[in-house]
């Protein structure tokens, strides 16, 4: 019975120590590609809110631009700042789009999304201080015309 237990008390700390050494061992590998540069172990995939900008022509409301943004960032980095940058991506993304001249909904033109999401990213990481945000994706980009919009 004695060794019994002796054998399982030493099975459980061998399984701890191997463990623990293989964890830290892992954590201590810096993540290096084929170049020798190091590569993003951690990136994350944010949501923010939706941007819901009002479109005005002739000072009147024509309709809305629902923006649905999605951003990847370094997930060390996001765990670091002392503020999440979700708020200043959108508040960028509704300043972009309510103050572009090229914007016009009544003659429809393809919308360069590249300039847009490169300008977001730009900006924000601007008024970050660092580069946090590695790539802004587009969701999704909606007008709602103003009869489309149902008011109580």
Do not use: C
Not at 56 to 63: D, M, P, R, T, Y
Not at 64 to 82: G, S, W
Not at 92 to 118: G, K, M, P
């Amino acid at each position: 019975m004695t060794k019994i237990l002796i054998a399982g008390i030493w099975m459980a700390a061998t399984m701890l120590a191997s463990g623990y050494a293989t964890a830290q061992y892992i954590a201590s590998q810096k993540r290096v590609d084929v170049n020798g540069e190091a590569t993003f172990v951690g990136l994350d995939y944010e949501t923010v809110k939706p941007v819901n900008v009002p479109i005005l022509f002739e000072g009147a409301l024509q309709g809305y631009v629902v923006a649905k943004l999605v951003f990847t960032a370094d997930a060390e980095v996001l765990r670091r700042l002392p503020v999440p940058p979700h708020p200043f991506l959108v508040d960028e993304a509704f300043r972009v789009l309510y103050s572009d001249s090229q914007l016009d909904f009544r003659n429809l033109e393809r919308y360069d999304l590249d300039a847009f999401t490169d300008d977001l990213k730009q900006k924000t990481n601007a008024r970050l201080g660092s580069s946090v945000i590695r790539d802004v994706l587009v969701e999704e980009l909606n007008y709602f015309d103003q009869e489309d919009i149902v008011s109580n």
